[in-house]
């Protein structure tokens, strides 16, 4: 039993090789099809990514389009990157962000790094009086993510209103957190019905509560009696026990 589980393994390798041999010369005979570069319509190749400010982007995308990808460059910031480049560079909005050159990449680099010092306003700028130097900066990408992360921990270390609010996971920005934001267990909406059922229930046992601790009332069956309570005087006697009811002569025979 043993040789033929082993005799079978074997022919199952077998065919599996000859089926991978087959497969390596159908290949073989098919020609190789090699991808060729992209061409934009100034005649320049266009590289497929492009690394600027920490980010990779698409080569195929416009250079308008490319840098509102990037973190910290919105559209009208990104139109006025877009001119300035155009008096450095050359570039038009319709220049694909993959054919320029290592040197005009690094210059681009340069103007998103320094964007107040080519003419940006300085209300365009997200980093307006800042509270460690005191200038006006705009920061882009990994700076940006950093930077904000400082400010989260500087507003947690004060322990403001933001602070206290980021703490413990909630809206900072005095948003409603009725029906969104809301975290941890949270309870359903309810039916009428088992709320009404729920309410009926509660005033049920306010109602038995406040008859029991009213003076006088008969205490509930089963109940038993407060501690130090004297036994109840007056009223109807114990009755009497079977030598109570015989007469004297009985009363004798029965202690005997």
Do not use: C
């Amino acid at each position: 039993m043993a040789d033929k589980e082993k005799q079978d393994k074997q022919d199952k390798f077998e065919k599996q090789e000859e089926q991978k041999q087959r497969k390596e010369q159908q290949h073989k005979g098919r020609p190789q099809v090699v991808a060729k570069p992209i061409v934009s319509a100034s005649g320049k190749e266009v590289r497929g990514i492009v690394r600027i400010a920490g980010k990779d982007l698409n080569g195929g995308l416009p250079f308008k389009r490319a840098l509102f990808s990037i973190k910290g460059i919105g559209l009208n910031l990104a139109n006025r990157v877009s001119e300035i480049a155009h008096q450095k560079l050359g570039v038009n909005e319709k220049t694909l962000i993959g054919e320029l050159s290592e040197e005009e990449i690094e210059t681009l680099e340069e103007v998103l790094k320094n964007l107040p010092s080519y003419g940006i306003p300085h209300y365009m700028l997200n980093r307006q009086k800042d509270i460690f130097s005191g200038n006006d900066i705009h920061l882009i990408g990994s700076d940006l993510t950093y930077m904000v992360k400082l400010d989260i921990d500087h507003e947690k270390d004060s322990y403001s209103w933001k602070g206290y609010r980021h703490s413990y996971g909630q809206k900072v920005r005095g948003q409603r957190t009725r029906s969104t934001g809301r975290t941890g267990m949270t309870v359903g909406v309810l039916r009428k019905a088992v709320l009404a059922k729920a309410g009926a229930a509660a005033t049920t046992a306010a109602g038995a509560a406040q008859a029991a601790s009213a003076p006088g009332a008969a205490p509930a069956a089963g109940a038993k009696p407060p501690a130090g309570a004297k036994p109840p005087t007056g009223g109807a006697a114990p009755k009497a026990g079977p030598a109570a009811k015989a007469g004297p002569a009985k009363k004798e025979e029965a202690k005997k």
